[in-house]
């Protein structure tokens, strides 16, 4: 089974700030991987598939970037909304694995 | 607008099973695959399976095949999910949420706590 592992675990950080979020594969993935954001008793939010592709509806400052085992999500201006759990996900036709999640929050 | 309504909290004793319910509105439910996810308390988020409502086939993650089992009835576009033989580290919130061919889960439901003790 392929694992997805996210760093850091939290992230303190400020309004106004640029974040990024590590998710690496412990094998090749070919770029099907998609990003979450979670907030307390709340379902998760789709923000990013394939990779790199921005979900209608989901901010500009949200990015994604990488390919292979390595993929980053990029918060550029964090608004005081985006302090929340985010969650990378690894998916083919078989098996589906979420990263352990990485937690931003207000420093 | 697409929705995901889920059944209500339930609680069980160790042993038992649990059937949960997710009610899908504003799309084709028969054009989209149907997941469950669960988060036991403080912890991440783990995919249980996927089912084509269409097909009706499935694809149960390997630490649940033998205990799981997802269903549906198309007409009231509705899924289930039925977990046996529960234990207490089942407690978790239940998750249904739809799949997309670009990838990833757009549409989640609100999802159901399930509470396992004795």
């Known amino acids: 089974d392929i694992q997805m592992t996210q760093s850091p675990s939290t992230l303190s950080a400020s309004v106004g700030d640029r974040i990024t979020i590590t998710c690496r594969a412990s094998e090749t993935i070919n770029n099907w991987l998609a990003w979450y954001q979670q907030k307390p008793g709340k379902a998760p939010k789709f923000l990013i598939y394939q990779a790199s592709n921005l979900e209608s509806g989901v901010p500009s400052r949200f990015s994604g970037s990488g390919s292979g085992t390595e993929f980053t999500l990029t918060i550029s201006n964090l608004q005081p909304d985006d302090f929340a759990t985010y969650y990378c996900q690894h998916y083919n036709n078989y098996d589906v694995t979420f990263g352990q999640g990485t937690k931003v929050e207000m420093k | 607008q697409v929705q995901l309504v889920q059944s209500g909290a339930e609680v069980k004793k160790p042993g038992a099973s649990v059937r949960l319910s997710c009610k899908a509105s504003g799309y084709s439910f028969n054009s989209y695959d149907l997941n469950w996810v669960r988060q036991a308390p403080g912890q991440g988020l783990e995919w249980l399976g996927w089912m084509n409502p269409n097909k009706g086939t499935t694809d149960y993650a390997q630490k649940f095949q033998g205990r799981i089992t997802m269903t549906r009835i198309a007409s009231i576009s509705t899924a289930y999910m039925e977990l046996s033989s529960l234990r207490s580290d089942d407690t978790a919130v239940y998750y249904c949420?739809?799949?997309?061919?670009?990838?990833?889960?757009?549409?989640w439901g609100q999802g159901t706590p399930v509470t396992v003790s004795s």
């Open positions: 949420a739809r799949g997309v061919l670009k990838g990833g889960f757009d549409n």
